[in-house]
């Protein structure tokens, strides 16, 4: 056999979310042989009761009829239009109307007249990180980007894949990362040779974090960032997965300042993760070599191209279904109408049910169990998302909580419970900070259990009391 030698190619380490699902058929197998029930705290997936494609796909079969009647075809011999670009090579940039209907009901929700010919399509808001942090590396100089400490882990397994790249992290209060520490971060970076091209946050529903930013906060960033010349690149999935009355809810950078922000748009958290629909939008220009001003959806389309060269234009066309309803008014051959949406929050609606029922199960039954035992505990609120991060604020005498591997795999053993260290979502440099950073923490997801309807809520208050009695017993409370 050929010795194949790629001697500066180095292995990355597994995410510990990666690590929990990949072991989880394992733990399951041994908490049953314990007689234990197995409580998901841990997956930050959308629930099943909610990604139940059924629905969709015949919601998706009548809009498709009703675009084969409203080309006019009578003979089922022709092939429709949007049947063959379904299955086509399609522009990078995808069929048109998805990106119009996209424009014209994301716009409308958060006030401004998004461009379809700057929004790039990519795979989940994944494949919008990644396309964004290509398009950075490839002129081969040491980049740096700005990120909070902790961030999510999809983003430092991304950087991690770029050996010229690295992170500066900025520590977090409750309304956000803290701005004087973000403009000597990007100082720090600068002075050390990086060039600096963005900060990389979600601000709704942080995930881990567990809250969302305050109004106050991301003006403070939105003016660092300005000043210091570098991007916010806004990671949205949790956008509509918002717990907050309309009134206070904070403005998604984009519609504050859609020139200096890449925004990441994912159908994942309110339509379906499977069909990997995304969107990268920017109205920013950049200043390119010999002093060039392009359009950052320029590069970005340039780059998706030779990356993706195109994404499933059936996909896109189903994502079109979805941001259409029936329309009261039938067809003239009685087949029905659809209309385009007025507003994306309340299809978000179907699923925010679910989310906003689990995490009031989850306050409630943590107020109940660890209301009095605030000098142990704390906990964050989440405004939106998925997650809240708790804290074991080893206060007490008795010998600290630490939320390190071996404390993880007891959860399970001992309890049934699956949860998330913090440890592992501080980037190396906020750890060398503060070797202690995330080491009482952990993240709860409120999103994910096996079961639905009655049985699910139930789940989730067993879960949550199984987790109250595990916390209590771990700092030594009876
Ligand atoms: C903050 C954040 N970004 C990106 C993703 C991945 O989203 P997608 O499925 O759109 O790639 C997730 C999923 O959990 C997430 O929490």
Do not use: K, M, S
């Given at each position: 056999m050929a010795n194949l030698v790629a001697p500066n190619v180095q292995q990355q380490a597994v995410s510990v979310t990666r690590k929990m699902s990949a072991s989880l058929p394992g733990l399951r197998e041994i908490a049953a042989q314990r007689g234990l029930k197995v409580h998901h705290l841990g997956a930050g997936y959308p629930h099943p009761e909610v990604t139940d494609p059924r629905g969709f796909l015949e919601h998706q079969e009548a809009y498709f009829e009703f675009l084969r009647d409203r080309e006019g075809l009578n003979d089922p011999s022709v092939l429709p239009e949007y049947l063959r670009e379904a299955y086509s090579y399609t522009d990078t940039l995808g069929p048109v109307s998805s990106r119009q209907t996209f424009a014209n009901v994301y716009g409308k929700d958060w006030g401004l007249t998004l461009n379809p010919e700057k929004l790039i399509p990519t795979v989940g808001a994944s494949g919008g990180i990644n396309l964004i942090c290509s398009m950075f590396e490839h002129p081969g100089e040491k980049v740096a980007?700005?990120?909070?400490?902790?961030?999510?882990?999809?983003?430092?397994?991304?950087v991690a894949l770029c050996q010229h790249a690295t992170i500066f992290s900025v520590e977090m209060d409750g309304e956000g990362a803290l701005p004087e520490v973000m403009r000597a971060q990007i100082r720090a970076a600068r002075e050390q040779g990086y060039f600096v091209p963005f900060y990389y946050t979600v601000p709704d529903g942080h995930n881990p974090g567990g809250f969302s930013f305050s109004q106050r906060r991301r003006e403070a960033i939105l003016e660092v960032a300005g000043e210091e010349g570098i991007l916010i690149l806004e990671d949205a999935p949790y956008l509509y997965i918002n717990f907050a009355a309309p009134a206070d809810r904070a403005k998604p950078f984009f519609s504050m300042a859609p020139e200096q922000t890449v925004h990441l748009f994912t159908g994942s958290k309110i339509g379906?993760?499977?069909?990997?629909?995304?969107?990268?939008?920017s109205e920013a220009e950049l200043e390119i070599s010999e002093g060039k001003k392009v359009a950052l959806s320029e590069l970005a389309l340039v780059e998706s191209s030779s990356e993706l060269l195109f994404h499933s234009p059936g996909a896109l066309r189903g994502f079109e279904a979805l941001l259409h309803e029936k329309s009261e008014n039938q067809g003239q051959d009685a087949a029905e109408t659809f209309i385009e949406r007025q507003s994306i929050w309340p299809l978000a609606e179907e699923?925010?049910?679910?989310?906003?029922?689990?995490?009031?199960i989850l306050l409630d039954v943590f107020e109940r169990e660890l209301g009095m035992h605030k000098a142990h505990f704390s906990w964050t609120m989440p405004e939106g998302g998925f997650f809240t991060v708790f804290t074991f604020l080893n206060t007490s005498t008795t010998e600290p909580v630490r939320t390190d591997d071996a404390m993880i795999e007891k959860m399970v053993m001992d309890?049934?419970?699956?949860?998330?260290p913090m440890y592992d979502f501080y980037p190396k440099d906020a750890r060398e900070r503060d070797p202690g950073a995330g080491m009482n923490q952990l993240r709860l997801s409120f999103c994910f259990s096996e079961s639905a309807g009655q049985q699910r809520r139930d789940d989730m208050r067993e879960a949550v009391e199984a987790f109250c009695d595990a916390a209590k017993s771990?700092?030594?409370?009876?």
């Open positions: 980007y700005i990120t909070d400490a902790p961030t999510y882990a999809g983003f430092t397994a991304r379906f993760p499977g069909p990997r629909v995304g969107f990268l939008y699923t925010l049910v679910v989310y906003r029922e689990n995490r009031q309890h049934g419970l699956v949860v998330i771990l700092v030594g409370i009876a």
